[in-house]
């Protein structure tokens, strides 16, 4: 059974930082690539970041690239989102997201491309 569980949401005043992690359990974590997407009250779900199996291949939504950074360990196998600079509108449920398709950003950051989601971790941001 696959199971990916975010943790590392919570309420940050403008201009804070957070670092959401995802750990994955049930699937080899190493042979697939990873997303962070976010949906807030009454939009779509949206593409956040991806990174590629090894690490070495990353991007980002034009929204967060120069503020978010993707990284994962597989050792452990996790996925890390650290976001800095936040804004009143980052605020939105995290989800993490795993795929086994690899095409570049423009193939990772559709929100088909990915099999399995966590549960989501709800970050907020006060101006």
């Known amino acids: 059974q696959v199971q990916l569980v975010e943790s590392g949401g919570g309420s940050v005043q403008a201009g804070g930082s957070l670092r959401l992690s995802c750990t994955a359990s049930?699937?080899?974590?190493?042979?697939?690539?990873m997303g962070w997407f976010r949906q807030a009250p009454g939009n779509e779900r949206e593409f956040v970041a991806f990174?590629?199996?090894?690490?070495?291949?990353?991007g980002y939504a034009d929204s967060v690239k120069g503020r978010f950074t993707i990284s994962r360990d597989n050792a452990k196998r996790s996925v890390y989102l650290q976001m800095n600079s936040l804004k009143p509108e980052d605020t939105a449920i995290y989800y993490c997201a795993a795929s086994l398709t690899y095409g570049g950003v423009r193939v990772s950051s559709q929100r088909s491309q990915y099999r399995y989601w966590g549960q989501g971790t709800q970050v907020t941001v006060s101006s």
């Open positions: 049930g699937l080899t974590f190493s042979a697939y690539v």
């Open positions: 990174i590629g199996q090894s690490g070495s291949i990353t």
